[in-house]
Structure formats: C-alpha cells, structure tokens
C-alpha cells in the first residue's frame, strides 16, 4: 500500500525556517517525480515545487523560488521542503504529492502538515 | 503561466441528477488536464487524468472529454459521497497549476 506521512509543520515566526519532510513508502520511491502542493485556509491547490525522481531536477513556483528548497534521499525514501524567509502567506496545509506518469499528475497525497506563520 | 478558470464557482443539485463542470484554460494545455476531488479535511483524490482517462478505482459516472482550451468534467447519476469541491489541473507547462474549484452542494 502507498502512504506518504507529511511531517514537520508548525508555528513559526515572519521571516524564520521550516524544514518539512514526507516518509514515503509502498512503492519503489526512486522511480517517481514528487512534488509539495499546498491549500491556504479556505482557498484553492497550488503547487509549490517538484523533483524528479533523481533529485537532481527541480522546479519551483515563482511565490517561493528562492526562499525554498526541494530535496529527496532515496535511501530514506524521504522527500523534504525547506522553507525559509517565511511569510503569513506561507501559510498553508502542505501536502506532498506522488506523480503518477512523468511529472505533475498526482495519484498519492499525503494527509498534509500544516504550516503557521504569525508572531 | 497557464491560468485555469472553473465555473461555476458553486453547482447546486440532488442526488441522482447530472453535474456538469468545465475548466478553461488561458492557452493549450493539449490533454495534459486533470481532476481532482477535495471532501473537508481530506487530500484530493485523481478522477481524471490526461483530459478522459478514469484513474484507478473512480466508478464510470466520472467523465471527462476535452483537448485544448476547454475541458469537463461530468458525474452522472450524482450520488451523496460526490458532494466535494473539485479542481482542474494542468501539467502541460511550468508551473504546474490548478484551477480554483468547484463545489458541488446539495
């Protein structure tokens, strides 16, 4: 069975760090593109970034290029988000993602890890 | 970026009846478009994938039919559990982007 276990969220400050991680397991984690997607309170999916099954492509969207990190260790079939320079509209459930065929098409999310940003 | 706009923003119906949700999107995305439902307090779920595939386990009254620009999805037959808000998707360019939903209410 495929699980994928966000943890690492909580409380922190405006312009402070965060290091989100998600524990995959159930398939072969190598072989799959992964990616964070999250949902603001009450608001719609947006995709933050993604990594392809070798770790060495990634992608990010324009609201967190720079400020964030994708990273993968396939040895710990584990996928990571580090978040930095936060910002209240940071705030978020962050979800991780599983890709089903190449990039972007998601079959397995986690049950999310919510991220607060306030002072 | 790939803007994709839903409407409606809400679909009012009873079970039983058909739900018809369309997806535009600001250029091409060729079939590369899915949907997503989101039930309160749970991740989305894939229905759809690459505009008209059924993904594993989603029951037949789940259709989509589009290519290009304009996409929708239907569920026939609309049974309680399909009260949800549901989100279109587009992986044909970065950034990959989802459409800002819509829910399905009795």
């Known amino acids: 069975e495929v699980q994928l276990v966000e943890s690492g969220g909580g409380l922190v400050q405006p312009g402070g760090s965060l290091r989100l991680s998600c524990a995959a397991s159930?398939?072969?984690?190598?072989?799959?593109?992964m990616s964070w997607v999250r949902q603001a309170p009450g608001r719609g999916l947006e995709w933050v970034s993604a990594?392809?099954?070798?770790?060495?492509?990634?992608y990010y969207a324009d609201s967190v290029k720079g400020r964030f990190t994708i990273s993968r260790d396939n040895s710990k079939n584990t996928l990571y988000l580090q978040m930095s320079s936060l910002r209240a509209e940071d705030m978020a459930v962050y979800y991780c993602?599983?890709?089903?065929?190449?990039?972007?098409?998601?079959?397995?999310w986690g049950q999310g890890t919510l991220v607060t940003v306030s002072s | 970026e790939i803007v994709l706009t839903q409407s409606p923003a809400t679909l009012s119906l009873s079970p039983g009846e058909r739900a018809t949700l369309s997806c535009r999107a600001s250029q091409s995305v060729s079939s590369y478009l899915a949907w997503y439902q989101q039930k309160p307090g749970q991740a989305p779920r894939l229905l759809i994938y690459d505009a008209s595939n059924r993904a594993t386990g989603i029951p037949a009254r789940f259709s989509g039919s589009g290519s290009g620009t304009d996409f929708t999805l239907t569920i026939s037959n609309l049974e309680p559990e399909d009260f949800a808000v549901y989100y279109c998707q587009q992986r044909n360019n970065w950034p990959l982007t989802f459409g800002g939903g819509t829910k399905v209410e009795i």
């Open positions: 990594i392809g099954g070798g770790g060495t492509a990634t």
């Open positions: 993602a599983r890709s089903l065929i190449g990039w972007g098409l998601f079959d397995y």
């Open positions: 159930g398939f072969t984690f190598s072989n799959h593109a």
